[in-house]
């Protein structure tokens, strides 16, 4: 196991490194003028060559990407004019329209993505997970289809559709909830879980649509093997095989599409963002490609790549742990 997850590990930093050529390649020797873009409208002519000057865009190209690399590991300063900003490593750049080092900006922002993925999570586990087992222990039954259907349709049901029929609901005709506004969970966490129960559900009831297939095809297909006829024979209750035998082998599957839903709502749930009002990352994106705030956009790329690299890790080593075949 500790060869496997070494190899998993250095494996990660390679995509890592890959992903900030990629990246860099992408923001920053695109034609045009990356400067221009970073320092923003209203820009003086001083200010754009000390952007310049930090940027490194005034050196060969390995140069800059040495500099962008080791700004990301060791920090880096930045001439705003009057005055010198040092950023603290891990530092993404600093945004000149912002007047602020995006590494703060991110996150300011990232608790709002964090306490929107975590209770997201557990909803579309327990309603996924949970629906999945109700279809599967009679196939073909009234149930079995009902469960299907409604799976289907939500499946098939964009998540802004969903959150707007949640928001008119919930908000609008019954009035049981107030419009959602972030609240942290330090100051009030009955409030914070509130606030946040409509953009969980909107998340999770799309997402559960896919966990309850999966665990009904692998709660299906495990029901159907030899050992667990065998075990009928002996006189097992259904619930016992169901609980101790058919349910461990969907995990593996169940966990690793986890572990990948997870890293990628982490990094920026764009629409539920948008649609409940929430300052996540999704929404500061939406903001700054607006703005064409280059290194804020730039930056959220690179977190966004590293926590679905960091999410495909966790799943990995999560499947390694259930089923020990695949480390070989």
Same mark, same amino acid.
């Given at each position: 196991?500790?060869?496997?997850?070494?190899?998993?590990?250095?494996?990660?930093?390679? $995509?890592? &490194?890959?992903?900030?050529?990629?990246? =860099?390649?992408?923001?920053?020797?695109?034609?045009?003028?990356?400067?221009?873009?970073?320092?923003?409208?209203?820009?003086?002519?001083?200010?754009?060559?000390?952007?310049?000057?930090?940027?490194?865009?005034?050196?060969?190209?390995?140069?800059?990407?040495?500099?962008?690399?080791?700004?990301?590991?060791?920090?880096?300063?930045?001439?705003?004019?009057?005055?010198?900003?040092?950023?603290?490593?891990?530092?993404?750049?600093?945004? =000149?329209?912002?007047?602020?080092?995006?590494?703060?900006?991110?996150?300011?922002?990232?608790?709002?993505?964090?306490?929107?993925?975590?209770?997201?999570?557990?909803?579309?586990?327990?309603?996924?997970?949970? *629906?999945?087992?109700?279809?599967?222990?009679?196939?073909?039954?009234?149930?079995?289809?009902?469960?299907?259907?409604?799976?289907?349709?939500?499946?098939?049901?964009? $998540?802004?559709?969903?959150?707007?029929?949640? /928001?008119?609901?919930?908000?609008?005709?019954?009035?049981?909830?107030?419009?959602?506004?972030?609240?942290?969970?330090?100051?009030?966490? &009955?409030?914070?879980?509130?606030?946040?129960?409509?953009?969980? /559900?909107?998340? *999770?009831? $799309?997402?559960?649509?896919? =966990?309850?297939?999966?665990?009904?095809?692998?709660?299906?297909?495990?029901?159907?093997?030899?050992?667990?006829?065998?075990?009928?024979?002996?006189?097992?209750?259904?619930?016992?095989? $169901?609980?101790?035998?058919?349910?461990?082998?969907?995990?593996?599957?169940?966990?690793?599409?986890?572990?990948?839903?997870?890293?990628?709502?982490?990094?920026?749930?764009?629409?539920?963002?948008?649609?409940?009002?929430?300052?996540?990352?999704?929404?500061?994106?939406?903001?700054?490609?607006?703005?064409?705030?280059?290194?804020?956009?730039?930056?959220?790329?690179?977190?966004?790549?590293?926590?679905?690299?960091?999410?495909?890790?966790?799943?990995?080593?999560?499947?390694?742990?259930?089923?020990?075949?695949?480390?070989?």
């Amino acid at each position: 196991m500790t060869s496997f997850l070494l190899r998993r590990l250095f494996g990660a930093l390679g $995509v890592l &490194l890959a992903l900030s050529a990629v990246v =860099y390649v992408v923001f920053y020797l695109i034609p045009g003028d990356p400067a221009v873009l970073a320092c923003g409208k209203g820009c003086t002519a001083a200010q754009l060559q000390a952007v310049r000057h930090s940027l490194g865009t005034d050196r060969p190209i390995y140069e800059q990407y040495w500099t962008f690399l080791t700004t990301l590991v060791g920090g880096h300063s930045f001439n705003t004019g009057p005055t010198t900003v040092w950023c603290s490593a891990p530092c993404l750049g600093y945004s =000149y329209q912002s007047s602020e080092p995006v590494t703060q900006m991110l996150l300011q922002r990232l608790p709002v993505d964090v306490s929107l993925t975590l209770g997201a999570a557990v909803m579309w586990l327990v309603l996924g997970i949970g *629906a999945g087992l109700y279809s599967a222990r009679r196939p073909g039954s009234l149930r079995d289809r009902a469960t299907t259907f409604t799976v289907l349709a939500l499946s098939s049901t964009p $998540v802004f559709i969903l959150a707007l029929f949640l /928001l008119v609901v919930a908000c609008v005709w019954i009035q049981v909830l107030p419009f959602p506004t972030y609240v942290p969970i330090t100051e009030d966490p &009955l409030q914070w879980a509130q606030n946040l129960l409509l953009p969980w /559900l909107a998340i *999770a009831l $799309v997402s559960a649509a896919t =966990y309850a297939r999966l665990t009904r095809s692998g709660v299906l297909e495990t029901l159907g093997l030899d050992h667990i006829r065998t075990l009928r024979a002996y006189g097992w209750s259904e619930r016992r095989i $169901v609980t101790r035998h058919a349910v461990r082998g969907a995990l593996p599957t169940l966990a690793t599409m986890a572990a990948m839903d997870i890293g990628t709502t982490m990094a920026g749930a764009v629409f539920t963002e948008t649609m409940f009002g929430l300052p996540g990352l999704g929404k500061l994106v939406v903001d700054s490609a607006s703005s064409l705030d280059l290194p804020v956009v730039c930056g959220i790329t690179l977190i966004a790549g590293a926590l679905i690299i960091l999410a495909n890790t966790a799943a990995d080593v999560l499947n390694a742990a259930l089923d020990p075949r695949v480390r070989i």
